[in-house]
């Protein structure tokens, strides 16, 4: 199947850290639908969580870390350029204004964080903004979203399907592996002195250890941070 350049994939969170299991995520995503590009968007201020734990500045630098060597994929900062608190249909409008319409988009997001769909701004009109790309977590199996979310059922679709045949926006469930692993997972790892290789990238790992970040679950600055200042005016936050 040709890819098709204007075929971009999404993939929002606070990333506190990045781990494993999102870019499993956006790796069954991009290979499942052929996914010319996938953007990581580290959100700012997420509107339904607690402050993030590590700096906007450290956790940009990770999503950068992780993505180094893949084709197509790129870290952005376009929520963390605005003050304003991270909504998902805010990013979409964005890339609306870029000249994306609905159907090129593809929102990827785990079946856990989309079963809390219906508490997120906007719904359910976010829906008709791009494609979401649903992928199973463990304990989420994309199968039971039908039963969680009944009223969305109808829309709800699983490969193979002619995308680039149904611009209308739909539901994608992707059912794949991912690895077993959280951010909170990880930060609790830290602090009671664990190690935590494995669950993310070799270069994200050196990243959290050099300045010791996630010793404390003190959300906001640390001690580590002080000395590196966040992004001057630089989507939810799933971990």
Known sequence: MATNLRRLGILGGTFDPIHN????????AARGLDL??????????????????????????????????RRGWRASDLELRS???????????????????????FFVIGADAFSDITTWRDYPALLDGAHFVVVSRPGFPV????HRLPLLADRMVSPPIDVLAQMEPMIILIDAAT???????????RVRGES????????????????GLYTSMTPGRRA????????????????
């Open 143 to 146: 199968q039971q979203l039908s």
């Open 36 to 69: 010319a590009r996938m953007f990581a968007i580290t959100s700012n201020v997420p509107p339904h969580r607690p402050q993030p734990f590590a700096s906007s500045f450290h956790r940009f630098a990770m999503v950068s870390l992780a993505l180094s060597g």
């Open 21 to 28: 299991g999102h870019l499993d995520v956006g790796e069954a």
């Open 179 to 189: 690895a077993d692993v959280s951010s909170t997972a990880i930060r609790q790892r």
């Open 83 to 105: 003050p304003s608190p991270s909504f998902t249909s805010t990013t979409l409008k964005r890339f609306h204004e870029r000249g994306y319409a609905p159907g090129e988009l």
């Open 224 to 239: 580590s941070d002080q000395a590196v200042e966040s992004p001057a005016g630089r989507l939810r936050g799933e971990d």
């Open 196 to 211: 935590i290789e494995g669950l993310v990238p070799p270069s994200v790992r050196q990243h959290i250890e050099q300045p």
